[in-house]
Structures are given as C-alpha cells and as structure tokens.
C-alpha cells in the first residue's frame, strides 16, 4: 500500500510546504484540504505515513492521536503525525508531535536570538502563541507576557505596562500575505526590547521586520541586507528558517533518518532565492529597465518594469499623464502599480526614478524585495521624455534623491559597462546574499 504523505490543513493554497519536503526527498508530498466534517475519516485511513498539521487542525487531532509526544502535549497542539507499526497493508498507532517548537527555536538559534533571562512579549495568544511559550518556558525566559485584543495586557496597554521588556515575538498574522500592509505595534513604543521575531515568513520582511531593520540593523543571518548603518542595534528575524526546520524534522520523524543541518540550510537560501524580487532603483536614465531585461534573461525570472505598467493602465505616456493631471496623479497611480507589481516574488523589477520619493513605496519594495541602486554619472544620463528630468537640475534631483536611493537599498553598483556586464554583477551580488 503506497502511504500518504502531505500537509492537512483547511485553505493551503499559500503553502510552500511541497517544495520543501520534496528538497528532503519525499517527492510524493502533497497539499490536503479538508472541511472539519471530514478530517475524523480522514485520520482513521490506514494508509497514511506522515501528516504535517496547519491551521484550524492542530489541537483538533489531538483526540484521534494513540500517542502524544510530551512535547506536544505540554504545548497543547500538534503540527506533526506519523503512523507507526502496522504491515505493510497498513494498520498501526498514530503518534503525535510538535514539530514548530524545533523550529521556532532554530530559527531564534540562527538569529542569535536569546530567550533566557529576560521579558518576553509574545503577540497574539493562539496555537502559535502557545509554541513561543512553551519555548520561553524551555529557555528560561524570566518572564512571559501574552498579548491579546481584549486580555489584561493588550495593545493600548502595553508601554505603560511592559516597556522594559527585551524580547518581542510576533505569533498574529498581522502583515501576512495577501494583506501585506500594517504591523501589530509600534517599536517606538517599546524602547527595551532589543530582539524581534516574527513567524510570518511571506513576505520576508513584514511591517514588524521593516521597522525592526530600520531602528536597529539585520539579523547576522540575513546577509542580504548590506546597509545596516541604524542607530539602535535590534536583532531581528522572519519565519521562513522556521518554516524549514519544522518541516525537515517532521521528514526525520516520517522515516526515521537524520537529515544534516546543511539541507535545512540550502532550503532556506534557495526559498529566500525564489521568493525575493530583485528591484533597481536609480536616477532617470541610469539603465534600469536595461540592466533588468538583462538580469530576467540571465535569471529566467519575469521581468516587470513599473512605468511600461503605468502607461498599459493609463492608456497613454507618462509625459502625458504629468501634462493632463499633474506629478501628483502619476505618483498615486505609480504607488497603486508598484505596490501590486511588488506583491508578487521571484521576479526582476524596474522601478521608475521618482518611485523611492513616497516612503510607501520603499517599503513594498524591501518587504518582498532584495533592492539595488544603480548608478551611472550624471553627464551620462538622458533626458528626452523624462518631464521631471528636462523640467530641472539633474543635480539638485539627486541632491533630493540620493539619501531615498539609500534608505531603500540593499545593494548599490555603479553601472558603467555594458547592460549585461552590470546585469552580471548583480545576479552575482543576489546570489551571494542568500549563501
């Protein structure tokens, strides 16, 4: 009897689960999507090896469990079944683990993030919260605070009550795709808390991690960020090394094997690899859209150049759009473009001159982004059909432009050779962030 492997859960259609077991080698994993009334058959198939457990089922298979690993059962939920014994026609015990908590304290390990001995701030108080916890009771936090809408710590309360604490993780899905926008709270409210973590894992930087990279500076594990110059030092890190681990130690319990910890880390650089837009930023004319086509064709990347999906959705040019309707009409219509352009990952995005003036705009960007700016000598760059740039002084544009370029920017390079010699050194410079 071929045994099934997968992941159960209600609505899974942004699970990235089946590429990562496949990577571990369980080629036949796959997405199973189940209303409750069906999940109690479900589980009493004789045939199934390995489940991996997602919301809203991850207490609710605790009652058809045989056994529960003490781990689990100390958290109160379940994200991992494997069944055990049996013949090969099928048959044995249903065992239950928790797998996240594997997971979540890797992903803290590798952010050198520390949890012992200090006040731990835990956002949001479902099944992920009760995993944090279970992880800070483990680590010897010295004290847990759950925060809630409407319990005795809660949002409106918080920096009267709890503004010494040290560490902030973030269990919500406040910030997760497809509602990209907002974050639970704001940082500048909690001077202390020197450490944030947030579960979410899509998009790589949420509003949390945004505000986190910008008080402080990256997380030594997320090398791709090379502009850390921040005057407050905050750890912080996302939830895709999580994502990762929990999966590659369900894949240990399914067939019993060790994996090394290198696999756990070539799936999270090749995730972060697939996932991530590279976007150009740079003066008018500096080669953006060039470079990109470049870097799409070397990369085999879409290619997606903001001010060509302006002008399909106006109908007309943009020195049409700033003649009819002014700056201010292109900059909402660039905003609402380059926002939906960005939502989407693992592709290479040319951005227009003036894109980085509106600080919504730098932010879609890095959420989903690994940004470059590019630059070419001022002598160089052309002006014809650029309003803003035969208008007015191309210096004083980048006298205005310049701290924007670089509060945006991962990466800057200087584009002086040709448009694929520059196109090969960022693809070079983007690989070697994720290794």
């Known amino acids: 009897m071929e045994r099934i492997y997968g992941l159960l859960g209600r609505r ?37 090896g390995g489940l991996n457990v997602t ?12 056994v529960i690993d003490p781990a689990a059962r ?22 239950g683990y928790n797998t996240d908590i594997d997971g979540f304290l890797y992903m803290l390990r590798r952010a050198d993030i520390s949890l012992t001995g200090k006040k731990v701030l835990i956002l949001g108080s479902g099944g992920a919260s009760l995993t944090a916890q279970a992880a800070a009771r483990q680590e010897g936090a010295k004290q847990i605070v759950v925060v809630s809408r409407s319990g005795p710590d809660n949002y409106e309360n918080l920096p009267e009550r709890h503004a010494d604490a040290g560490v902030l993780i973030n269990t919500t899905p406040v910030g997760m795709w497809p509602d990209l926008e907002g974050r639970p709270i704001d940082l500048r409210l909690l001077p ?16 949390l991690l945004l505000q986190a990279e910008a008080l402080g500076c990256a997380a030594p594990a997320d090398r791709y960020v090379k502009n850390p110059a921040r005057p407050r030092q905050l750890r912080w890190t996302g939830g895709l090394p999580m994502l990762v681990r929990q999966a590659v130690r369900a ?23 697939d996932m991530t837009n590279i ?12 470079v ?89 760059l052309p002006k014809e059909g650029r309003p803003l740039s035969q208008s007015g002084s ?42």
């Not at 100390?74 to 065992?95: D, E, F, H, Q």
């Not at 191309?394 to 520059?422: C, H, K």
Request: proline fraction near 5%; charged fraction near 25%.
């Open 292 to 380: 990109g086509r470049c870097v799409a064709e070397r990369s085999g990347r879409p290619f997606a150049d903001v001010d060509e999906e302006i002008v399909k959705r106006a109908g007309r040019s943009i020195p049409d759009i700033f003649a009819s309707e002014g700056e201010g009409a292109f900059r909402r219509l660039e905003h609402e473009v380059l926002t939906e352009v960005c939502a989407r990952g693992g592709q290479v995005v040319a951005t227009g001159g003036g894109a980085v003036l509106w600080s919504e705009n730098r932010t879609a960007m890095r959420r989903t982004g690994w940004v470059c700016r590019l630059k070419r000598d001022l002598s160089r």
């Open 74 to 95: 100390a958290i109160g939920s379940v994200n991992t079944l494997v069944r055990r014994g049996g013949s090969p026609a099928g048959g044995g015990k249903l065992y």
């Open 12 to 48: 899974l259609g942004h699970s990235w689960s089946v590429p990562i077991h496949a990577a571990c080698g369980c080629g036949g994993y796959r997405l199973i999507e189940l209303e409750p009334p069906e999940l109690e058959a479900f589980l009493r198939r004789e045939d199934i």
């Open 192 to 207: 202390g808390v020197t450490d944030v973590a947030d579960m979410i894992y899509n998009p790589g930087r949420t509003g």
């Open 251 to 273: 894949e240990e319990l399914f067939f019993g094997k060790p994996i090394p910890e290198e696999t756990t880390e070539q799936i999270i650089s090749r995730l972060r690899q």
């Open 394 to 435: 191309l210096e004083e544009m980048e006298r205005v432009r310049g701290p924007l370029y670089g509060a945006a920017m991962d990466f800057e390079i200087q584009n002086d050779g040709s448009p694929e010699e520059t196109a090969a050194i960022v693809w070079k410079n983007f690989m070697e962030g994720f290794i």
């Open 279 to 290: 976007v150009l930023v740079g003066m008018p004319g500096c080669g953006k859209t060039t």
């Open 55 to 66: 919301i809203p089922y991850k207490r609710e298979v605790l009652q058809y469990c045989d």
